[in-house]
């Protein structure tokens, strides 16, 4: 049976993230704490892989339930710990005087700080498509393209790219469960220069993005649409969660169902406000 095999968040947008068990969805659609933060300049603009490779050589590691973060950069033995609420100010300064100018955070506790802010549910992959990606580049692990792709739920037991029959035509909405929880498939995600990068050193993969580009369009499913497609370099499903579903929670080991019946399908569009999604 198809069932949710992890569950991972990014408490800071861009950093390390953090496996837990369970999570619970935000009126927002996001996961709680998932981007809850996000780092910013003096002109505020985000602070991220794509505009630094510094964000690559550092590390966190989070107590969420002490609203715990510890940070240490690569190849150096120290670390600094701060309360995320407390401390914030002291953060601040750590960050700015490691990168070279003010960075402040902001948090957003309604939906934290998605890429995608009209379909800014979990993001959805299978374990075998991590694998089968893994598979295309003999030198990478199965672990390392997860960490490049950062999907907030995993599936297993499910085939390579089932998660691309979670979408249909523009503007099409697919309904699908992890337990109680319904999740609507949204649009295939559009990747960018992170995942090209080493996790850890933020060295770049020659070719990685022609070589997955090219594999990618060759094995695309016979379930996916492909007029979703206006290239390639897309990986991880979008979702969207309506009001209904806000403050369920998704836990590790529970069953997915897919196709959804009708009545269960009419009931989250009766209970969500219909074509109402939240994000």
């Keep these: 049976m198809p069932h949710l095999a992890k569950i991972l968040i990014y408490p800071i947008k861009s950093l390390s993230g953090i496996e837990v068990t369970e999570a619970r969805l935000l009126e927002g659609g996001a996961l709680a704490h998932d981007r809850e933060f996000v780092m910013v300049d003096e ?4 602070v991220n892989g794509k505009r630094t490779a510094k964000v690559h050589l550092l590390r966190s590691t989070y107590d969420l339930a002490n609203r715990g973060v510890t940070l240490e950069v690569q190849g150096d033995t120290q670390t600094a710990s701060f309360h995320l609420d407390d401390d914030r100010a002291a ?3 750590w960050l700015s005087e490691y990168f070279g100018y003010p960075v402040t955070l902001q948090q957003n506790l309604h939906m934290g700080f998605p890429d995608d802010t009209e379909a800014s549910g979990p993001t959805v992959v299978s374990t075998t498509t991590l694998e089968t990606i893994a598979s295309w580049f ?3 692990s199965t672990d390392e393209i997860r960490h490049r792709f950062r999907a907030n739920l995993e599936i297993a037991d499910v085939p390579a790219f089932w998660e691309d029959q979670l979408f249909g035509q523009a503007g099409e909405l697919v309904p699908f469960q992890i337990g109680d929880v319904t999740l609507w498939g949204s649009h295939p995600c559009q990747r ?22 090219t594999q990618r369009k060759a094995t695309l499913p016979s379930w996916a649409n492909p007029s979703r497609f206006n290239h390639f370099y897309r990986l991880t499903l979008n979702t969207i969660v309506y009001p209904s579903e806000a403050g369920k929670v998704l836990r590790v080991g529970r069953d997915v169902n897919f196709p959804i019946c009708e009545e269960s399908d009419r009931s989250s569009r009766r209970d969500g ?3 109402h999604p939240t994000g």
Aim: net charge negative; charged share 25%; glycine share 8%.
């Design 138 to 140: 003999p030198d990478l």
């Design 192 to 213: 960018c220069v992170v995942v090209t990068r080493d996790h850890l050193t933020g060295e770049s993969y020659q070719g990685f993005q022609k070589a997955f580009t």
């Design 273 to 275: 406000q219909d074509a």
């Design 91 to 93: 953060l601040e300064t």
């Design 43 to 46: 002109q505020g603009r985000f």
